[in-house]
DNA sequence: CGAGGGTTTGACTTGAGTCAATTCTGGTGG
DNA sequence: CCACCAGAATTGACTCAAGTCAAACCCTCG
């Protein structure tokens, strides 16, 4: 484990194991450091934005928001996760993107991406894993709106964002701190505040979670998982032409 | 228009101006044909599977299944579409994919694509503008799962498609042929197929939509795209790397 | 001319939303 | 150190969208 590195270098070298030349690229990429103040848009809809970051502490959420004024919270970014990395191939942003917490990144150029992949190429198949990952969590997401009833898509999202955290040295399997409200909680569950609040309710005292303090801890690990029949396989996949 | 060439290419077609060089490689791309039979699962989950198809012609699904017997549909691929192009870079298959009506596809080498890619650049953009078109669809999947209700849902689900069939020839404004069940709209859209139902009659009634007889024809074709929101902007991004 | 999917419909149940009030908490300024 | 405030979390009472169950109906194809 190279605690001493980026959550983002963290991250990919749970996938491939890092040379120390590789983790310099990686390091070189967080050179132009940006900070953004909690609540206020780092990209909206419609925005032409040329540049992608990646965080290196904080919390983002990106979302796309209704004309009904409902809003749909895609997906969170923690610490070691890429942004707008879609917004840099097309020309304009399809959601809007905001911190929820202050959040420390770097950004981006497609350049430095692109030459960091020509020095290390192996570099290239971490990242597009990471790319491949974030994509079979929003397919996740989708099963769980579509097909599970609001106290497994509670329980299966903790268990996501535990199994995420961990990942980059942010939580145990005892739990992790967590910044988000209620509010979000149910933009992303597709749930009403109301609602997230009972079910929070509910899990704590059947003794599995609990979410309170801005700390998730869980309480029952394996019913949690049994509840909603976590399979984090999807999340650490084996990776391409990495056999 | 295109109209003589496959589905595949007349859908890349409509994104960049394509050679006649570049016609004749995606043409290329297609000479290992293979047939489907409806309701034969083409790749189960954990399956190791190392080609990709497009579709040439019929319909198909990717869905994942829940323990509990419930069936998410992610997608749907008509001709022109991509199939399993996750599946090549990972090792395993992350969810099953079964054809709807007897298929027709060519089966993809990863290996054939990056020799066109080679020869003809703007074809590796042209296709990734392909696959995160298809991405911004799944991310619109889960914005309408999560926040719409049951009738827009549908609205939205039916103008997506027709907008995807009239991009490969298969659809107009005025409707489209359309081989699913109301089963298979209730796995999509999370909902159960009686309520499925009720909705297509609903829209029916107010003179919006009819689906019947296997013909989604559109009756008020503005009332609907009013009733859902729908902005087909996420359908035709104008490309990456291609101002 | 059956048989078996697929489609419809009605009657009833229920998970989740809405509205509205109350309590808790962390941060602020005096 | 304390009163105060705004945002967040809770809770109860009521409503409603969508699900479930069960029974017809109806194409279409062998």
Redesign the interface.
């Known amino acids: 484990m190279n605690t001493h590195h980026t959550p983002f270098a963290r991250k990919l070298g749970a996938f491939v194991a890092l040379s120390d030349i590789e983790l310099a690229l990686l390091d070189q990429l967080h050179s132009r450091r940006r900070s953004f103040a909690a609540r206020r848009d780092m990209v909206h809809e419609g925005q032409v934005e040329r540049s992608a970051y990646i965080v290196a502490s904080g919390w983002v959420c990106s979302y ?1 928001l ?3 004024g ?3 919270i ?1 997906d969170f970014q923690i610490p070691g996760d890429f942004l707008g990395l ?1 917004s840099v ?4 942003a ?2 809007n993107i905001e911190p929820i917490t202050r959040v420390q990144a770097s950004e981006v150029q497609a350049r430095d991406l692109l030459d960091a992949f020509n020095t290390a190429p192996r570099l290239a198949a971490a990242v ?1 894993w990471a790319a ?1 990952r974030d ?2 969590m ?2 996740e ?3 769980d ?4 009833d609001a106290k497994q898509r509670m329980a299966h999202f903790l268990l996501e964002l535990g199994a995420r955290l961990k990942l980059v040295g942010l939580g145990t399997n005892e739990g992790y701190a967590c910044p988000l409200t209620q509010y979000l909680l149910a933009d992303a ?2 749930l009403s505040a109301v609602h997230v609040n009972r079910v929070l309710r509910d899990l704590r005292e059947e003794g599995l979670v609990s979410f309170q303090q801005g700390k998730v801890i869980f309480e029952n690990f394996a019913g949690l998982v049994a509840l909603c ?1 976590f399979d984090r ?2 999340l650490d ?5 990495m ?1």
């Open positions: 796309k209704l004309p009904s409902a809003r749909q895609v879609r191939l097309f020309r304009t399809d959601h597009l491949s994509e079979a929003v397919v997401h989708l099963v709106l579509g097909r599970r569950l597709g029949d396989t999807y996949h084996e990776g391409p032409l056999r």
